[in-house]
């Protein structure tokens, strides 16, 4: 069937972007101990309803000595290299606003305000948006761990502080992702894709996470209508509501071009947004230098360590228009995009004319 | 005839949960190493999911099909919030025994680092998806679920799934685009030193503050 092929195909592609390791056992004995461990559990529990164990108390902590070593040593080489980030564009801000500087929610209103008196092009449904982005992430380099005989029994990973920094060109279809869209690395490469697949009544207007810009048009204007739309699309994801929220306005913003209203509208809904802050001097990956809201989270890792993640939306500082957006986990910047040309164009492959800044 | 798995296990039924552990604990143990890159994370993960799988045991539907989709959403909510499902069965974690001191072979550990190695890299690139796109791609992708299935481990909507699917893999190009492919191989052992970037980054430091 058709749409099972493309569904394979779509699978096949993400495969082959990332391919994994091979499958393999839990190591030998420690499935039967598990699950030996898990029966008895079940037992002493067994038709009771299941009441979460009185946490009051902490027994010694059984020693995971391998764990430990692998955990300290992340923390140590994240501490050691907390310096490296500081060079970086976007920067960890301890930064406190002057006195006098705007608050967040004044400054997404003047942000919103710009944004608002943006012009508003007419576009065809048979148009594509085109979006010229750099993207920079960050390099890793890997640390081990050796017992005295010089056997390597951890490992984990620093950032390098180098970086690799590259241009993308997107053109999406207007009105139906159904349709073929193209992307175009810095070399040169064009790869076309389409969101049709399994369960996709042609034409789709798309989602929150692939949307067109007539899915865009649609959205509401009024501020608390559009966070709660977000919230109610996001529920269950990221950190929190609050970080979902920005991270999700953040993404609409790098990735596409946003109709002026509701562009106005997103920050006025970020404005709504608790612990919003104001970064006064920033820099967007392009080296441009301007102004930024931020957002801190923590997300709490598989290794039971908390990270301190901060979004950052760079805008210009005098015309406030939005120029790109950065993520920093715990100082160190892992990836940041900054938007070097947007528009609309008839075809696939051709630039807009005139060549808009931003 | 024996009573179909999902009632026993609705029922809470041990010996149904031993033998859903005995189906279920490799695909388990796999997908939680995919969501962390780590295997003795992924050990602790697979004792959670049964134990949370346990606590949540009435919300199987008597009919249906193979239950791993249920476990593989579990073990994605275990694994997004490892410390709090271990704060919750902290108790039945200090009585598994503990994974014996060492002696680990070394081919066993080296090929346990090879592995990890190869996820690293691909994670580095997995972290410029949002979660919700790494999460669909660990049950699309790796673990083999059909978008219906994937829709239910997650309790989204197959629209939602295929989706973020999409949106995972507009991204993953741009990414390749900007870093090259994922499954390159890295230089040396010492992983994936980015080629002639230095400049980059330091013609950006000498950008002067305005």
């Known amino acids: ?358 | 005839v024996e009573l179909n798995l999902r009632a026993r296990v609705r029922a809470g039924d041990p010996e149904a949960f031993g033998e859903l552990f005995e189906e279920n604990a490799r695909a388990v143990y796999n997908h939680a190493f995919r969501l962390t890159a780590d295997w003795a994370v992924a050990e602790d993960a697979v004792s959670l999911t049964f134990l949370e799988a346990w606590r949540h045991r009435e919300v199987v539907e008597p009919e249906g099909g193979s239950l791993r989709p249920w476990l593989l959403g579990i073990t994605v909510n275990v694994v997004r919030n490892m410390s709090r499902a271990a704060r919750r069965h902290r108790a039945a974690l200090e009585r598994l025994p503990p994974v014996p001191p060492v002696p680990d072979f070394a081919d066993e550990l080296a090929g346990r680092m090879d592995d990890a190695i190869a996820l690293r890299r691909v994670q580095a690139s997995l972290r410029g998806l949002r979660r919700g796109e790494r999460e669909v791609v660990a049950l699309c992708v790796w673990a083999g679920l059909d978008y219906a299935q994937a829709a239910a481990a997650l309790g989204v909507a197959v629209g939602t799934v295929r989706s973020r699917l999409s949106r995972a893999r507009a991204n993953l190009r741009k990414l390749v685009a900007a870093k090259g492919p994922v499954d390159r191989e890295p230089g040396e052992r010492g992983g994936q030193e980015q080629d002639g970037r230095e400049n980059a980054t330091r013609s950006l430091q000498e950008v002067p503050d305005e």
Not at chain 1, 61 to 68: D, V
Not at chain 1, 172 to 199: I, L, Y
Not at chain 1, 232 to 250: L, V
């Open chain 1, 1 to 358: 069937m058709n749409s099972h092929r493309r569904r394979d195909g779509e699978i096949r592609e993400l495969a082959r972007l990332l391919p994994v390791p091979a499958e393999r056992d839990l190591p030998a004995g420690r499935a039967q101990t598990i699950k030996e461990h898990l029966m008895t559990e079940l037992r002493t529990r067994e038709g009771s309803v299941p009441v979460p164990r009185h946490a009051g108390r902490a027994p010694a902590r059984r020693p995971r000595a391998r764990r430990m070593i692998l955990v300290a040593a992340t923390g140590a080489g994240v501490l050691g290299l907390a310096a490296v980030a500081l060079v970086l564009t976007i920067q960890p801000a301890h930064r406190t606003a002057s006195p006098g500087a705007p608050t967040a929610a004044q400054l997404l209103a003047k942000i919103a305000d710009a944004a608002a008196r943006q012009a508003n092009p007419a576009v065809g449904d048979n148009q594509y948006e085109y979006v010229k982005v750099t993207v920079r992430t960050a390099g890793e380099k890997e640390h081990f761990i050796r017992d005295k005989q010089g056997n390597v029994i951890g490992n984990y990973f620093t950032p390098t502080g180098t970086y690799s920094q590259a241009q993308t060109e997107t053109w999406s279809p207007v009105a139906d992702v159904c349709r073929d869209g193209m992307s175009r690395s810095a070399t040169g490469q064009e790869e076309r894709f389409t969101a049709k697949g399994p369960g996709v009544k042609c034409p789709d207007s798309g989602g929150l996470n692939d949307p067109t810009y007539r899915l865009l048009q649609s959205l509401p204007t009024d501020p608390r209508t559009l966070l709660n739309l977000i919230n109610t699309e996001e529920k269950g994801h990221g950190p929190g509501p609050a970080a979902e929220a920005f991270t999700t306005i953040g993404d609409l913003m790098r990735g596409q071009v946003v109709p002026p209203q509701v562009s106005a509208a997103l920050f006025r809904a970020a404005a709504l947004i608790p612990g919003v802050t104001v970064v006064p001097d920033a820099m967007d990956v392009a080296g441009r230098p301007g102004v930024a809201v931020a957002f801190d989270s923590h997300s709490r890792l598989a290794n039971g360590r908390s990270e301190n993640v901060r979004q950052e939306w760079v805008f210009n500082q005098s015309t406030l228009q939005f120029m790109g957006e950065g993520t920093v986990a715990d100082g160190i910047v892992t990836s940041a995009s900054a938007v070097l040309d947007r528009g609309f164009v008839d075809r696939l492959g051709e630039v807009p004319a005139g060549t808009r800044k931003r």
